[in-house]
């Protein structure tokens, strides 16, 4: 089974600030990877597809990159609606697998 | 407007069935691949199992032989059988369409809690 290492598990950050989270998969996947975003008591949503391809609906602050085994989802200002847990999917070979996740708090 | 309701959760023992259905609107189950996936209390999200338009499915090993993904096209319902329940199965469950990539559409999930 492919790993997918998410980091870091948390973090505390302030509107404005500029947020990276990393995926590091343990083999090769492409761009067979997307991004999701959850808030509490809520379903997850789809915020990148492909790596890098910004969904439908999703503000331009967010976006992905990457390829083969690191990936990154970037916030370039946090906004008070960003405040969630974000999750990495790869969908290269079965079983698919999420990271274990990234909790942005509030500074 | 893409919509998914996923109905059948509730309270079930050890070692019982149950049947989750997804319904679906806006568009065709039977053209696009469909998944489930869970997430227990507190904790994150697992793949569970996929379905595509030409009826191939795909499951985690967890609920390999437990669980049977089908759907029903004149219903325009994705389901979820469960069989042979265990405590470590509960969780909320949720369905999702896949189109760019798996998991783009969502539904708000349902509750499945095994305990006796």
């Known amino acids: 089974d492919i790993q997918m290492t998410q980091s870091p598990s948390s973090l505390s950050a302030s509107v404005g600030d500029r947020v990276t989270i990393t995926c590091r998969a343990s083999?090769?996947?492409?761009?067979?990877l997307g991004w999701y975003q959850q808030k509490p008591g809520k379903a997850p949503k789809r915020l990148i597809y492909?790596?890098?391809g910004l969904q439908s609906g999703v503000p331009s602050r967010f976006s992905g990159s990457g390829s083969g085994t690191e990936f990154t989802l970037t916030i370039s200002s946090l906004q008070p609606e960003d405040f969630a847990t974000y999750y990495c999917?790869?969908?290269?070979?079965?079983?698919?697998?999420f990271g274990q996740g990234t909790k942005v708090e509030i500074k | 407007e893409v919509q998914l309701v996923e109905t059948g959760g509730g309270l079930i023992q050890p070692g019982g069935s149950l049947r989750l259905s997804c319904a679906a609107s806006?568009?065709?189950?039977?053209?696009?691949?469909m998944t489930w996936v869970r997430q227990a209390p507190g904790k994150g999200l697992e793949w569970v199992s996929v379905?595509?338009?030409?009826?191939?499915?795909h499951y985690a090993d967890s609920v390999k032989g437990r669980f049977i993904i089908s759907r029903d096209n004149s219903k325009n319902t994705l389901y979820l059988q469960m069989n042979s329940l265990r405590a470590e199965d509960s969780a909320v469950y949720y369905c999702?369409?896949?189109?760019?990539?798996?998991?783009?559409?969502w539904g708000r999930g349902t509750l499945v809690i095994v305990s006796s």
């Open positions: 492909t790596a890098s």
């Open positions: 999702a369409r896949g189109f760019n990539g798996p998991l783009g559409d």
């Open positions: 999917l790869q969908h290269n070979s079965y079983p698919w697998t």
């Open positions: 379905i595509y338009s030409g009826g191939s499915t």
């Open positions: 806006g568009f065709t189950v039977s053209t696009n691949y």
């Open positions: 083999q090769g996947i492409g761009n067979n």
